[in-house]
């Protein structure tokens, strides 16, 4: 089973008048992260707010020799294929990139492909924080190099978080508790019976005899013959 474990960063909140500028994917087949990743820095095509900028250190300097989501569409697209996509507040991601992808006239992704971390931690741990760096902490996460956000960190990340979520590399396999149960066995005396009697009794056999009369020549009065079929 292939997975993608999706972020990004944007110039902003709205995907309606705000871009990608950067992307990053997870590779996991089995729950279990392959080694292969996606990544990708974009030219935004316009200026980076100061509030978004401060969030992930990317600054319009920075991004300007970037190339346009246009020019990685194909890569990016590939590297997905058909696997499920799992994102932390899915809806914001696929927004985002569904946006991108209307621009260059794409497709967008269907959104029952996404898995919302979010979600999954809500209904896990009700009523508790669902933050990245929340969940995190939950389940001792190393975080230090988090000096800022970053999608490829930020998947890497979330990688370790979802397969918290689901219970591990080995979802549903749950350890039972070992319980002990006493049979008790009550040994029973059997009674042996005489063996049956399988032999003919006189009148069987005399009335095989008065039947074999009627036949000529039949085979069981040759008792002084040997018969060979």
Excluded at 80 to 92: E, I, K, S, W
Excluded at 142 to 154: E, P
């Amino acid at each position: 089973m292939r997975e993608i474990i999706l972020d990004t960063e944007t110039t902003g909140l709205s995907p309606v008048d705000n871009r990608v500028v950067e992307i990053g994917c997870i590779e996991l087949v089995n729950h279990v992260a392959t080694g292969r990743e996606f990544h990708a820095y974009l030219n935004p095509e316009r200026d980076m707010p100061a509030e978004a900028e401060a969030v992930h250190g990317l600054s319009a300097e920075f991004l300007s020799d970037k190339p346009l989501f246009a020019a990685i569409v194909d890569d990016f697209l590939a590297f997905l294929g058909d696997a499920p996509v799992v994102a932390h507040n899915a809806g914001f991601d696929m927004g985002f990139i569904n946006a991108e992808l209307r621009r260059v006239n794409r497709a967008p992704l269907l959104s029952d492909r996404a898995i919302d971390t979010v979600l999954l931690a809500r209904r896990k741990f009700p009523g508790a924080q669902a933050s990245l760096d929340a969940l995190c902490r939950r389940f001792q996460i190393d975080t230090s190099a988090r000096t800022k956000h970053g999608a490829l960190l930020d998947a890497q990340l979330l990688a370790q978080v979802y397969l918290e979520l689901i219970g591990g590399r080995e979802p549903g396999l749950a350890l039972a508790v070992s319980e002990t149960i006493t049979v008790s066995v009550t040994a029973v005396e059997r009674t042996m019976r005489e063996p049956r009697p399988h032999g003919p009794s006189p009148e069987e056999l005399a009335a095989h005899a008065t039947f074999i009369a009627t036949i000529k020549n039949a085979l069981w009065s040759r008792a002084d013959e040997t018969v060979v079929n």
